[in-house]
């Protein structure tokens, strides 16, 4: 498995980065893109590094936000040929609440009704190709970080905390163990590694690369985090994006070497 980081905070040379995230990762003969970013500059970045997103054969949505879900038109317009796959129950609904206002941060407006053919929602547990799947959060009571993170979502209902049911992990196996894609690890970066134990108890962890939106969290909160992700077993974390510069400081200084970061233009190789 080789994963080639499109977009992200960081920028590096004249790879230009923004707030977002999109991976091109290449296994077994496949091309899949996870996210697009929040603009067109995944197209950009790909083409720097000789990533050709007319091959991609795949393309998965971590979660419906527009840091990356914005790009996905221009996705749709350059690849003729790929699913989009999106979590059942994806929708254009996605707001942050701050006092009495409702930001929308959601997919962009419209998107998925002028692309139903392109777009395929998924349920349980889903195997995109083989030993590749895609899985929801399985942990209860998550809605009580939605509304902790001041995340809701419309419904004809009225405003409910989002309890990021749109949101999926990408699950690959590999010789080393099962690598874990995870964008933004709304529900927890240490209950994403045990849904994914739990999933496949047989098999050992080895990885988990995505943003895990610590950014704006307590010290005593990332520590915390850091602690349980240890407990898990797992070998290595690749983070970025809205992990922020001081969380992966203090997620480094509780870790060590098992943690890197990300920045447009890294290579994971496993």
């Known amino acids: 498995m080789r994963a080639t980081v499109l977009v992200d905070n960081i920028s590096s040379g004249e790879l230009c980065g923004e707030w977002g995230l999109s991976v091109y990762i290449e296994y077994q003969g496949k091309n899949i893109l996870l996210d697009t970013g929040a603009s067109d500059l995944f197209l950009k970045n790909a083409k720097m590094l000789g990533k050709q997103i007319e091959n991609v054969d795949y393309a998965v949505l971590s979660h419906a936000h527009y840091d990356h879900a914005d790009g996905m038109q221009s996705f749709f317009t350059h690849n003729q040929k790929a699913k989009f796959y999106l979590r059942e129950g994806s929708a254009e609904n996605c707001y942050a609440k701050k006092w009495f206002f409702h930001k929308y941060i959601g997919l962009p407006k419209g998107i998925l009704e002028g692309n139903k053919e392109r777009i395929a ?63 933004c690890s709304h529900g927890g970066a240490d209950h994403i590694i045990h849904e994914v134990q739990n999933t496949y108890p047989d098999q050992e962890v080895y990885a988990l690369v995505g943003g895990f939106h610590i950014f704006d969290k307590s010290e005593g909160e990332i520590r915390e985090l850091a602690r349980n992700i240890k407990n898990t077993g797992i070998k290595e974390i690749y983070t970025g994006h809205c992990t922020g510069g001081r969380g992966y400081n203090t997620l480094k200084e509780e870790l060590g070497d098992m943690v890197h970061r990300l920045s447009v233009g890294l290579v994971i190789e496993v």
């Open 121 to 183: 929602f998924v349920c349980g547990d889903y195997t995109l190709c083989p030993g590749v799947a895609l899985l929801p959060h399985k942990t209860e009571g998550l809605e009580k970080i939605g509304k902790k993170n001041h995340m809701y979502v419309r419904t004809k209902q009225g405003w409910r905390a989002d309890d990021f049911a749109h949101e999926q992990s990408l699950v690959f196996e590999t010789e080393k163990g099962l690598v874990i894609f995870n964008s």
